[in-house]
């Protein structure tokens, strides 16, 4: 059964994850002829946000409110990083979506233990890309099986995965900052 604070932690977790979907990842760079210039990575803030939560609240929470933005994703809102709606099964953006689950799932192991350090969260956090990637790279081969076009598999496996990787890897170390108060956070509760 729901109680009210399990509630409110799944309408925060809902409401980070579509307000952070559709927010670029930009490096300012230093000044360079008199102008502000900043490098745009191929990213948006959800993976950081996603593994931020997971460590915050409990892995049920997250799992919900995950599910519940794929829902509304799929059926109500366009609301994905890349649009929405039951056309969205078809793109191969969507298996890395599911691919959040088991994400979700290695990044809550970390919260089973009594105290997190810097080379287990590099870890599992490495794992849960990787975990992450190979669901989309499995969701994207049985499309490709399945549609006969076997032709777009390594474009896709490029520029969703290849493409895409060696950032979300580079989006652990500002979490890394986060790790003490978060558990002077979970301490406190």
Do not use: C
Request: glycine share 6%; aromatic share 16%; no cysteine.
């Amino acid at each position: 059964m729901l109680n009210f604070y399990k509630l409110i932690e799944i309408l925060v977790s809902l409401q980070s994850l579509v307000i952070t979907s559709m927010i670029p990842v930009y490096i300012p760079l230093p000044f360079i002829y008199k102008s502000s210039n900043n490098f745009e990575l191929p990213i948006t803030w959800q993976i950081p946000t996603v593994i931020l939560l997971t460590l915050i609240f409990h892995k049920k929470v997250v799992f919900r409110a995950f599910s519940i933005y794929i829902i509304l994703g799929l059926f109500i809102f366009p609301i994905f990083h890349q649009g929405g709606s039951m056309g969205y099964l078809l793109t191969p953006n969507f298996g890395y979506l599911l691919g959040y689950y088991p994400l979700i799932k290695i990044i809550d192991n970390l919260n089973n233990r009594n105290k997190i350090n810097v080379r287990s969260f590099l870890k599992n956090g490495l794992i849960a890309i990787v975990a992450m990637h190979l669901t989309g790279i499995l969701y994207n081969f049985v499309q490709i099986i399945l549609y006969s076009q076997f032709n777009l598999f390594l474009y896709n496996l490029g520029k969703y995965s290849l493409g895409k990787i060696g950032y979300h890897f580079l989006m652990l170390f500002p979490l890394l900052l986060l790790i003490k108060p978060i558990e002077r956070l979970k301490h406190n509760k």
